[in-house]
């Protein structure tokens, strides 16, 4: 049985194994906004809690954060609304079980989305067509089966040079400023030397450094994501090693860098026992090295730690390969660097 949302926020406020007061106030205020009366908290508080060992250490992310995010998330009545009728008309093309419609039903219902669900199901209302949707209804679209379900494509575009800051920058003559197909939201630019910017206003934070191959975080960020959904596409798990029944949520990556190192974390959804965002880091400096998971974590947080950190690998022993494909170079990589928000490699024929 899938939990309630109230459930879900349980899950999230417990996520590190205790239970802060910023946590406690949070499921104050999410008690308020689902509409629950004291006495159907306590039905529901009691029931989850009596399954969890407190004594038992849940994860090693911020269970806290996790809770704000999906708070501030469930304030956007009109877009969860129109999302929700999306989600059902998707859940009808892929297919949709008894019991997973029960399951979904009754979460919607408890975020007050359930007629809006059962109209797009139904095809009661008009539903516009699901590209994605708000991370605060991840938990539904997992109970739907549309994390692996419902691919997200983009129209390639054609090869034209705009005005934009670069994000990824060749400095080699035969280089040329080719569209992706692979990451189409990635577009040639203006620029001396061959150039990609993020689509519309985004600008580098920082000057680029003077290197042969120079790409932003944000566009490692973007590849790492683009890695974990092909293998949700595939029917496989969005880590390496993932333990069953866990599912990562791609959407929700975030990477950060600490000297040389490069830290990822992102929300895990563990089923019953609701969502945890863990983390792993590499050391870049000439070469790539896993640093090793915290001490003392279980046999299952070691493989998630250890499936996010191979993830980063993968990221950048592949981005630049496909960059220099696309430019139209038989080159190869040497010597990768962090500067700042920027990775940075050696070219060499």
Not at 263 to 279: A, C, F, Q, T, Y
Request: charged share 20%; aromatic share 6%; hydrophobic share 40%.
């Amino acid at each position: 049985m899938a939990p309630t949302p109230f459930e879900h926020g349980l899950a999230l406020a417990w996520s590190d194994g205790a239970l802060s007061r910023d946590g406690a106030i949070m499921l104050e205020t999410l008690q308020k906004q689902l509409g629950l009366s004291d006495k159907e908290r306590a039905v529901q508080e009691q029931s989850w809690l009596s399954n969890m060992s407190k004594n038992d250490r849940r994860s090693f992310g911020d269970g806290d954060q996790i809770l704000r995010e999906w708070l501030e998330g469930l304030n956007d009545r009109e877009n969860l609304a129109s999302s929700a009728r999306s989600m059902g008309r998707a859940a009808l093309d892929v297919g949709l079980s008894k019991s997973a419609w029960t399951n979904a039903y009754q979460f919607a219902n408890g975020l007050g989305l359930g007629e809006e669900l059962a109209s797009g199901v139904w095809l009661e209302k008009e539903a516009d067509k699901l590209e994605g949707w708000p991370a605060a209804l991840d938990p539904l679209a997992i109970i739907l089966g549309l994390v692996i379900s419902v691919p997200k494509t983009t129209p390639i575009q054609q090869a034209e040079l705009v005005e934009g800051d670069a994000f990824v920058l060749i400095n080699h003559a035969d280089a040329k400023s080719n569209s992706l197909s692979w990451m189409p939201e990635l577009i040639p630019v203006m620029n001396e030397k061959c150039a990609w910017g993020w689509k519309g206003d985004s600008k580098a934070s920082t000057s680029p450094p003077e290197k042969d191959l120079v790409y932003c975080n944000s566009v490692v960020l973007a590849w790492i994501r683009r890695l974990i959904a092909m293998r949700h596409q595939r029917g496989e798990s969005g880590l390496e090693e993932l333990p069953e029944g866990f599912q990562v949520m791609p959407s929700s990556a975030e990477l950060e860098r600490d000297g040389n190192n490069l830290k990822i974390s992102m929300i895990v959804d563990l089923g019953e026992n609701g969502l945890v965002r863990p983390w792993a880091s590499v050391n870049v400096d000439q070469e790539i090295t896993i640093n090793p998971a915290p001490e003392g974590l279980g046999a299952n947080w070691v493989k998630i730690h250890d499936g996010l950190a191979n993830v980063i690998v993968t990221a950048l022993e592949t981005l630049p390969k496909q960059l220099l494909l696309a430019a139209g170079l038989q080159v190869n990589c040497t010597n990768i660097s962090v500067h700042e928000g920027w990775i940075t490699h050696d070219l060499s024929e």
